[in-house]
T-cell receptor
Framework: GDSVTQMEGPVTLSEEAFLTINCTYT??????LFWYVQYPGEGLQLLLK?????DKGSNKGFEATYRKETTSFHLEKGSVQVSDSAVYFC?????????????FGSGTRLQVQP | KAGVTQTPRYLIKTRGQQVTLSCSPI?????VSWYQQTPGQGLQFLFE???????NKGNFPGRFSGRQFSNSRSEMNVSTLELGDSALYLC????????????FGPGTRLLVL
């Protein structure tokens, strides 16, 4: 079945450092890919998405490119802020399988220090 | 426009009891999905409802059930609670099940003692 693998956390960075969180996936079809963010005590917020190969999703300075050849969707940000501290989840969906559900990775906790 | 609301936000139950959680979707949204979040298993899909019908179901035992009302509000029920049911239960709504426009609520945190 479909699966998502994320790098283990926590990732600890200083403010203004460059961020990369790795995400790879396994899917039988052609999934859409998502990054969600969860701030302490809150639900999930959609950060960005990409629906086909070579698409680049971007939002709030975060970017991720759908790489079909490496089955990856790595999250990047050029300069992190303390306010970016949260848990980040990579996820996929493949509606063509008939299953309207997200398959999530295990999450990566990001801690940004001033 | 109000977001997805879930009630209650926190709940404590004992083993063997049953519990009902409620989710009110964004106005106009007809699809409601439920997820369970635990430290050990992560985020797992429970089920999805659309127009009062269950369209998709995850791999959970029959103790987990749900329903959707004509106003799109949804409830999920867990019977005969086990310690392992302690989790954050998240509800998400979308217009028609389109995952690209899905919005999550803040969750209900259930603790089973």
């Amino acid at each position: 079945g479909d699966s998502v693998t994320q790098m283990e956390g926590p990732v600890t960075l200083s403010e203004e450092a460059f961020l990369t969180i790795n995400c790879t996936y396994t899917a039988t079809g052609y999934p859409s890919l998502f990054w969600y963010v969860q701030y302490p005590g809150e639900g999930l917020q959609l950060l960005l998405k990409a629906t086909k190969a070579d698409d680049k999703g971007s939002n709030k300075g975060f970017e991720a490119t759908y790489r079909k050849e490496t089955t990856s969707f790595h999250l990047e940000k050029g300069s992190v802020q303390v306010s970016d501290s949260a848990v980040y989840f990579c996820a996929l969906s493949d509606i063509r399988t008939g299953r309207r559900a997200l398959t999530f990775g295990s999450g990566t906790r990001l801690q940004v220090q001033p | 426009k109000a977001g997805v609301t879930q009630t209650p936000r926190y709940l404590i139950k004992t083993r063997g009891q049953q519990v009902t959680l409620s989710c009110s979707p964004i106005s106009g949204h007809r699809s409601v999905s439920w997820y369970q979040q635990t430290p050990g298993q992560g985020l797992q899909f429970l089920f999805e409802y659309f127009s009062e019908t269950q369209r998709n179901k995850g791999n959970f035992p029959g103790r987990f059930s749900g329903r959707q009302f004509s106003n799109s509000r949804s409830e999920m029920n867990v019977s005969t609670l086990e310690l392992g049911d302690s989790a954050l239960y998240l509800c998400a709504s979308s217009l028609s099940g389109d995952l690209e426009t899905q919005y999550f609520g803040p969750g209900t945190r259930l603790l089973v003692l």
